[in-house]
């Protein structure tokens, strides 16, 4: 049995890329919250609300050799891991072609681009914009092939297509295959690129809010007058390793890994189950050797839909008990779905090592049919953590929960 720690940390988001920006604007009060005017096209579509990354290119940064079988979700996948492995000291490192270092990493989808180049073809019987690498960009692996080819690495490839859970998974996943011998270094994370095809999933299911008119209170996680989700996007990475390996190279340990669970519902697609949030919080307790009173604060899933809210609330109720604090990042970027586990983890970190926590954001009432629990709301928090506990829960019913420990207490 390996320990497992992080070494590094990257990523993109609607606020920013890194800490100090993101950290600035929590603190202001800002969110990455916008109204989309291009939405507009789409008829039928009610909502016009997302957490856009804005300016992101990186087009001139890499070759176009390189960025070829790359779609938006690839590049920020990519650019988030060249963050985490320049702050690891990896980047030049000869052991990311060793075959020690694989990749754990995930996506809802792939680029949605191409899938219309392959609708034109079977709709209208013509191929001319599908290209060689139309299927790479649009693949659900395409993240984790993407990163393994542009850094070489020759490791295992745990790909990670689920929903809300993806980049989680990604990290929790990757923490295994170290903890038990089977690489000695992971690239672990998620990603999601903007799209209306997106919002339009949770607007079948009238589970988007419509504030279109005043982005800046929505999404409203856990609050009475939340009205539902709103779709983002990003990109966060994760460099784990050993602790040895970490220790014998000198590197700066940010936080170690110490406990994770994964579970599915088997009841429903779409509506979540109590019990089995229990049971993943629970397992990564057990997972940990912890107790819940280890647990300092808690990273909700939070996506201000009326059903997830309220089993989420009363999980953690149940699990956890009152008195930890909770808040939901997702107040802050959206619903980033196959990023927000990744993302919510490397600011949970960051948080941790600072101190402080950010408050959720539009969280004014408590919902009533909510569990009466310590949510962080109106100001930011400073919390000497120990232990964060970091939540998500997605379609199909699969749960997950990830425990980090505190760089100090290591």
Known sequence: MQRVVVTGMGGVTSL??????????MRAGKTGIRRMESWDFYDGLNTR????????????????????SMGPVSKMAVYATERALEMAGLLEDPVLKSGKMGVAYGSSFG??????????LMRDGHSRDLTATSYVKMMSHTTAVNIGVFYGLSGRVIPTSSACTSGSQGIGYAYEAIKYGMQDLMVAGGAEELCPTM??????????????????LSPRPFDKDRDGLVIGEGAAT???????????????????????????????????????????????????????????????????????DIAESHATDKVMGADIPIHSLKSYFGHSLGACGSIEAWLGIEMMREGWF??????????????DIDYVMGSGRKVAVRHLMSNNFAFGGINSSLIFRNAAEV
């Not at 680029?111 to 034109?120: G, H, I, L, M, N």
Request: with cysteine; hydrophobic share 40%; aromatic share 6%.
């Open 111 to 120: 680029s949605t681009k191409p899938v219309v180049a392959f609708t034109d």
């Open 16 to 25: 920013g890329e890194d800490w100090s920006t993101i950290s600035a604007k």
């Open 358 to 371: 950010a408050p959720t954001a539009n969280l004014e009432t408590v919902d009533d049919a909510c569990a």
């Open 238 to 308: 994760l460099v784990l390793e050993s602790y040895d390996h970490a220790v014998a190279r000198g590197a700066t340990i940010l936080a170690e890994i110490v406990g994770f669970s994964t579970n599915s519902d088997g009841r429903h697609i779409t509506n979540p189950t109590q019990a089995t949030m229990e049971v993943a919080m629970q397992g990564a307790l057990d997972n940990a050797s912890l107790s819940a009173s280890d647990i300092d604060f808690i990273s909700g899933h939070g996506t201000a839909t009326e059903q997830g």
């Open 49 to 68: 609300l997302a957490g856009p990354v804005e300016g992101f290119n990186i087009d001139k940064r890499y070759s176009r050799k390189a960025l070829r």
């Open 199 to 216: 919002a339009a999933v949770f607007d079948t299911l009238y589970a988007t809010s419509i504030k279109n008119d005043t982005p800046h």
